[in-house]
C-alpha cells in the first residue's frame, strides 16, 4: 500500500508563511500526480493546488500569486510553500497523490491532514 505522512501546519498570524511537506512511502513504482486539497469546518474539501509528471501546475483562483507546489521524486516528496497567508486560509489541508504501483496499477491516497490556522 501507499502511504502519505504531512507536516509542516501549525497557527501564523495574518501575512505570515508556511510551508507544508508530504511524503510518500510504500510499493510505488512511478509517481504521477502530487497535490494539495484544503478543507475548513462547514465546507466542502477544494482543490489547491496540483503538480502532474510532465504536466502545467494547476492552482486555485484564491491562492495564486501567493501559493506555490513544488515536488522532489527522488525523494517522493511534494510541498506547499505558502506566502501571505490570509484568515480565509484556515482550512485542513491534505496531501494527494496518485501513483503506479509496482504491480503496474493505479492507485491514490490522501494524507492524515495538517491544520493552517491564520489569525487577524
Known amino acids: 500500500q501507499v502511504q502519505l505522512v504531512e507536516s509542516g501546519g501549525g497557527l501564523v498570524q495574518a501575512g505570515g508563511s508556511l510551508r507544508l511537506s508530504c511524503s510518500a512511502s510504500?510499493?510505488?513504482?512511478?509517481?504521477?500526480?502530487m497535490g494539495w486539497y484544503r478543507q475548513a469546518p462547514g465546507k466542502q474539501r477544494e482543490l489547491v493546488a496540483s503538480?502532474?509528471?510532465?504536466?502545467?501546475?494547476e492552482y486555485a483562483d484564491s491562492v495564486k500569486g501567493r501559493f506555490t507546489i513544488s515536488r522532489d521524486d527522488a525523494k517522493k516528496t511534494v510541498y506547499l510553500q505558502m506566502n501571505s497567508l490570509k484568515p480565509e486560509d484556515t482550512a485542513d489541508y491534505f496531501c494527494?497523490?496518485?501513483?503506479?504501483?509496482?504491480?503496474?496499477?493505479?492507485?491514490?491516497?490522501w494524507g492524515q491532514g495538517t491544520q493552517v490556522t491564520v489569525s487577524s
Open positions: 494527494n497523490v496518485v501513483v503506479l504501483t509496482t504491480m503496474l496499477r493505479r492507485s491514490e491516497a
Open positions: 510504500g510499493s510505488i513504482f512511478r509517481i504521477n500526480t
Open positions: 503538480f502532474p509528471s510532465g504536466g502545467r501546475v
